[in-house]
C-alpha cells in the first residue's frame, strides 16, 4: 500500500505545477484516501483554471435558423422540412466552453459528487460546477485519453492524468467507496505516475543528467524490421560517458516461485538486457558504459530483491523501492542509484 502522502509527492515532481503556491497547503493536509487526494488536487486545480481562464475551443454547431449564418446545410434543411417553414439549417463556427477537456472535467466531477469523498470537498465542487453550466456531460467508459496538448491547454495535462486516475479508478473496479479508489492507486495505472516520477525526480534534482525516455533501435545485421516490436526504454539517465537504462516496474508481484525457488520473471531480465546490449552495440566504439537497472515498486512480499549481475559486459542492477514508506527514505535510494551507477 502506498501512503497517501507519497502519492501527493510523486505527482508534484510527475507534474511541476504542484509547487505552485496554490497548491502549496495541500502539503501539510491529511487524507484518508486517494480519492479524497485526487479530489483536493482536482478542486484547486480546477478554481486555478478558472481565474486563468477555461479552454475554449472553434466548435461546429448546426441548428435550424430563420437568417442566414455559416454554412447553409441545404439537403438537411429538406430533409427537416425546415425549408417549407422558411428557415434553413445553418453549420457555423462557434467560440465555446463545450470542449472534450472542460466534458471531462465535468463529468469527473460528477462522478466524485457520487463518491465516498467529504462533504466540505463536495460543496466545493458543487461551487465549481457553476462554471460549467454550458459543458455537456461525456461519457467516462468511453473517453479517449489520447488527448493533445499545445500551448493553449498545457495547464490541463495534470488535470487530465487525475481525470483519467479518478475515472478508472471508481468506473473499473468492482469494489465500493474509498477501497476502489485506493485498490485502483495501487494496482492498476499507478506505474504510469511511477515511470514519471521516477524520470522527473532526476530531471529536477539532478540537472546534471540527461533525462530522456527514448526508444532504442534494434541493431540489425541486415535491413529486416518486419515485426519487431519497439523497444521503449522508461528512463534513461546519462552522465559524461555512463549511460543507465531504467525499466519501472509496477506489479502485485516481484517474484515468482520455481521448483521451491523465489525467481525473478525472467521475461524481465530478457527485456532490460536486451535494451542494454543493443544501447550498447548502437554506441560502440564511443566509450560509453551502459547499464541496465530494473526498479521494482515495493509489494507485500517478505523478500525484497536487490543485487547486481555482470552479463556479457554489462552491469545489470536489480533494486526495489518502498514506495510507502518515509518520502526521505525514497529520495535517499533514488540518489543512491545515481551515485552507484553513474559516480553523480
Known amino acids: 500500500m502506498i501512503a497517501i502522502r507519497n ?42 483554471q478558472i481565474r486563468r481562464g477555461l479552454g475554449r475551443d472553434y466548435l461546429p454547431v448546426t441548428e435550424t ?27 457555423d463556427d462557434e ?25 466540505k470537498r463536495k460543496k466545493a465542487l458543487r461551487k465549481l460546477l457553476v462554471y460549467f453550466r454550458d459543458v455537456s456531460l461525456v461519457d467516462l467508459h468511453r473517453v479517449n485519453w489520447n488527448l493533445q496538448y499545445h500551448r493553449n491547454n498545457q495547464t490541463y495535462r495534470m488535470l487530465m492524468f487525475l481525470c ?62 518486419d515485426f519487431l516490436p519497439a523497444m521503449q526504454a522508461d528512463v534513461m539517465l546519462q ?26 520473471y525472467s521475461s524481465n531480465l530478457y527485456q532490460i538486457f536486451t535494451y542494454v546490449k543493443n544501447k550498447e552495440a548502437q554506441l560502440a566504439g564511443q566509450g560509453y558504459q551502459v547499464s541496465g537497472l530494473l526498479l521494482y515498486a515495493g509489494t507485500e512480499e517478505e523478500e525484497k530483491p536487490q543485487a547486481d549481475y555482470h552479463m556479457s559486459g554489462n552491469r545489470i542492477g536489480v533494486r526495489t523501492l518502498d514506495l510507502g514508506g518515509d518520502f526521505e527514505d525514497i529520495r535517499g535510494a ?3 542509484i545515481a551515485e552507484e551507477y553513474l559516480g553523480v
Not at 95 to 119: A, C, W, Y
Open 164 to 225: 483519467r486516475l479518478v475515472t478508472e479508478g471508481l468506473l473499473q473496479s468492482p469494489q465500493s467507496g474509498a477501497r476502489r479508489m485506493a485498490h485502483f492507486l495501487d494496482d492498476q495505472q499507478m506505474y504510469q505516475l511511477y515511470e514519471r516520477f521516477i524520470r522527473e525526480y532526476y530531471r529536477q534534482e539532478f540537472p546534471q543528467i540527461t533525462v530522456s525516455a527514448p526508444q532504442i533501435l534494434w541493431q540489425l545485421d541486415d535491413p529486416c524490421r
Open 95 to 119: 467560440f465555446s466552453l463545450d470542449t472534450p477537456m472542460n466534458r471531462i472535467l465535468k463529468s469527473v466531477m460528477e462522478l466524485l459528487l457520487h463518491s465516498g469523498i467529504s462533504q
Open 239 to 264: 552522465y559524461e560517458k555512463k549511460i543507465l537504462i531504467i525499466d519501472a516496474k509496477y506489479y502485485k508481484r516481484i517474484l515468482r516461485e520455481h521448483y521451491g525457488k523465489q525467481t525473478l
Open 334 to 336: 533514488l540518489d543512491g
Open 7 to 48: 502519492i501527493y509527492y510523486m505527482l508534484s515532481y510527475a507534474f511541476r505545477v504542484l509547487r505552485e503556491q496554490g497548491y502549496q497547503e495541500l502539503e501539510t493536509e491529511e487524507f484518508e484516501n486517494g480519492q479524497e487526494l485526487c479530489a483536493a488536487i482536482l478542486i484547486r486545480g480546477i478554481s486555478m
Open 65 to 91: 435558423r430563420s437568417t442566414l449564418r455559416g454554412k447553409i446545410m441545404l439537403s438537411e434543411s429538406v430533409r427537416n422540412g425546415a425549408i417549407f417553414r422558411r428557415q434553413l439549417v445553418c453549420m
